[in-house]
């Protein structure tokens, strides 16, 4: 490779680099306790919460439901979702079923006895603030979308490095440190080592988490088009009222797709079913497909089942990038595994600014 070719690849790697470090470090350090969400939240939430009767009948969907609206009178369902290790159903209901975020109320049933569950303490609102720092930085779509710019940089300074990584190795042996040498050459030999052989974890990472910081988008196209395509298709059912029973609904999805389990169900007119559906939404039962949803969708006036929906490649796409991106798929051991390599990004990240900021004091032009 000629010099020049060296130079400009040094160039996009420094500030491709340089750009994004701050914001990658942020992310690095906030992603690590949410490697571990769940078991943080079970040391700062311990388990004071038990069913009223835990060996006892449960109630229905439809009699939970029944105590949802008489707890909020006046507002209607959105959404329904189930915990998947207590017997605990949540229900979302607002003014309308389109009702945006900030004016729907979340409350979550007893399934034994009907009771409202108290919300968890403070350990989950100190995690529900670690992830709106890492997701959005509290900005919403505008900070997302940044965060996912960073990440395409991040991304771009990974493929400059390995470029530029060739030509260096040619004179050394592979993972040579050279502890005599002085101390910018022992922080590059480090910063370059641990680059290279976290190079496909911190790719992998890279790009599901540009993924993740596409959401919206993505949701919204699903809207615009799968959804749309719905609605249109079954117009004849708009006219129809809510009067099927919602558990026999979920019964007969689940029945339409018995290698699923249950996920949430969208109330007519909410912003994931048409005006005469129940959707019911259903998740694979394994650790990776259990992020990969499908739709059925069942007739509100008449129990009918309608049609049963694969979710487009990238919705897909995005419900695979969320275990990729944390880790959370494989158990602990995984996680561990995730967590000592995003240690390993903290310190190849840090590294990089260490030898930006002593070449930029041994020679300022390095600014040009």
């Known amino acids: 490779m000629q010099s020049s070719t060296i130079r400009k690849w040094r160039w996009v790697h420094t500030w491709s680099s340089l750009v994004c470090t701050v914001f990658l470090l942020m992310l690095c350090i906030t992603g690590l306790p949410l490697i571990f969400?769940?078991?943080?939240?079970?040391?700062?939430?311990?388990?004071?919460?038990?069913?009223?009767?835990?060996?006892?009948?449960?109630?229905?969907?439809?009699?939970?439901?029944?105590?949802?609206?008489?707890?909020r009178p006046g507002e209607v369902p959105i959404f329904m979702s189930f915990d998947t290790d207590r017997p605990v159903v949540n229900v979302t209901t607002g003014p309308s079923a389109d009702a945006p975020g900030t004016a729907m109320h979340f409350a979550s049933f007893d399934q034994t006895s009907g009771d409202l569950v108290p919300p968890a303490d403070v350990g989950e609102s100190v995690m529900e603030f670690i992830l709106q720092l890492h997701v959005d930085m509290f900005l919403g779509l505008p900070g997302m979308l940044f965060l996912g710019a960073m990440g395409l940089l991040f991304v771009v300074a990974l493929v400059s490095g390995v470029v530029l990584y060739a030509p260096f190795m040619r004179k050394l042996d592979f993972g040579t440190l050279r502890t005599n040498k002085s101390v910018s050459i022992k922080w590059l030999d480090y910063h370059n080592l641990l680059g290279v052989v976290g190079l496909a974890w911190f790719l992998v990472v890279g790009i599901t988490g540009i993924i993740?910081?596409?959401?919206?988008?993505?949701?919204?196209?699903?809207?615009?088009?799968?959804?749309?395509?719905?609605?249109?298709?079954?117009?004849?059912?708009?006219?129809?009222?809510?009067?099927?029973?919602?558990?026999?609904?979920?019964?007969?999805?689940?029945?339409?797709?018995?290698?699923?389990?249950?996920?949430?169900?969208?109330?007519?007119?909410?912003?994931?079913?048409?005006?005469?559906?129940?959707?019911?939404?259903?998740?694979?039962?394994?650790?990776?497909?259990?992020?990969?949803?499908?739709?059925?969708l069942i007739n509100a006036s008449d129990g009918s089942v309608t049609d049963r929906r694969t979710m487009p490649w990238y919705v897909n796409a995005l419900s695979l990038s969320r275990p990729l991106h944390f880790g959370d798929y494989g158990g602990l051991w995984l996680k561990l595994l995730w967590a000592a390599l995003d240690l390993m990004a903290i310190v190849v990240l840090w590294s990089g600014l260490i030898l930006w900021w002593r070449k930029r004091r041994t020679n300022p032009e390095v600014l040009a």
Not at 42 to 69: C, F, M, S, T, Y
């Open 37 to 71: 969400h769940d078991e943080i939240d079970d040391a700062l939430n311990p388990a004071v919460w038990e069913p009223a009767k835990p060996d006892g009948e449960r109630l229905d969907l439809d009699q939970i439901l029944e105590l949802a609206l008489a707890n």
């Open 212 to 296: 993740n910081t596409l959401e919206s988008p993505i949701l919204d196209a699903w809207r615009a088009g799968e959804m749309r395509e719905l609605i249109a298709e079954n117009k004849s059912a708009m006219v129809g009222t809510q009067s099927a029973s919602l558990a026999a609904a979920v019964q007969d999805a689940i029945d339409v797709a018995p290698d699923m389990e249950l996920q949430f169900v969208a109330f007519p007119g909410s912003g994931f079913s048409t005006k005469a559906h129940y959707a019911v939404f259903l998740h694979g039962n394994s650790p990776l497909t259990e992020h990969v949803i499908s739709p059925v």
